[in-house]
């Protein structure tokens, strides 16, 4: 029920609104600073992914943060015509620990040349980068919840670079029915698959609107150097070889104390590919209904 409310508000409410304020309000969203995003339904490998892209010079990818939606969302519907204001509560956001995953960063100080949503969140990033990677040429964000809000994103960073990551429906299920706890009976099957579909429909927004690099979850483990170079290609990055075998430790991305991350910790392995087979019920697998057979048939999941 939450969740249904949730995509009746921001998907069905608030988005036109913001599309009407958006075009009156006419902001130079062109950032020019090298920037990307890493996106997927989540439970795909994008933090193992960032821990490999940290390795080299000229990138830096912090923890998750859980803002920019609600960033853009405020700028348009809440402080439009009023910068300050909209400033002071960007800071006033990221004061609460449960926004972002660790960051332990001070954006007080922060302030904007314009008033556009890519400049404010390209300052809170290079502050990040200042503090931790001087060096580096590009940052990257990875925050799974972004893949949701894409059409409220994607308008505002349209130079950015887009990495999209997927992964078989059936071990993604599998993942979060291992993760979620406390739920109503078989609520992980529903959410999974939710989350999956919503991924391919935002996949595919993109890719009508930009270029994106896709990767597959199942090719990144079994084929990570090759992998891995052709997302530097994709960057336009001096290619490192073997930068899987550099990639920094977990506590980079402020996840070293959650449970469903410590394989991260342990060499790159394909033990996790197809788990799907021996530890989904008949129930489960009952769940991937024609339309979701024939999007994993698109993606050769079959």
Sequence with gaps: MNNLYHYIKYRLVLYPILLLVRFFLKENKILNHPHFFILGSGRNGSTLLATILNAHKNIVIPPEQFLLPYIIIRRYLLFPFNTKAWLKN????????????????????????????????????????????????????????????????????????????????????????????????????????????????????????????????????????????????????????????????????????MSHHQNLNKPISNTSIGKWKNELSKEDLRCFNKRIKLKMKRFNYS
């Design 90 to 257: 960007v800071k006033k956001l990221y004061l609460k620990k449960e926004k972002t995953t660790n960051w332990q960063l001070d954006i007080s100080k922060i302030k904007l040349k314009n008033g556009s949503i890519s400049e404010i969140f390209n300052q809170i990033f290079l502050k990040y980068k200042f503090k931790h990677k001087k060096e580096a040429k590009y940052w990257g964000d990875k925050s799974p919840l972004n893949t949701n809000f894409i059409k409220y994103i994607y308008p505002e960073f349209i130079a950015a670079k887009y990495i999209f990551l997927i992964r078989d429906p059936r071990d993604v299920m599998l993942s979060y029915k291992k993760m979620i706890k406390n739920k109503s009976k078989n609520y992980y099957q529903w959410y999974a698959l939710m989350k999956w579909e919503d991924s391919i429909r935002s996949y595919d927004y993109l890719k009508n609107n930009t270029e994106v690099h896709l990767i597959r979850y199942e090719d990144l483990i079994n084929d990570t150097n090759n992998e891995i170079k052709k997302i530097q290609d994709f960057l336009s990055l001096d290619v490192v070889d073997n930068l899987s075998l550099l990639k920094e430790d977990i506590s980079s991305m402020g996840v070293k104390n």
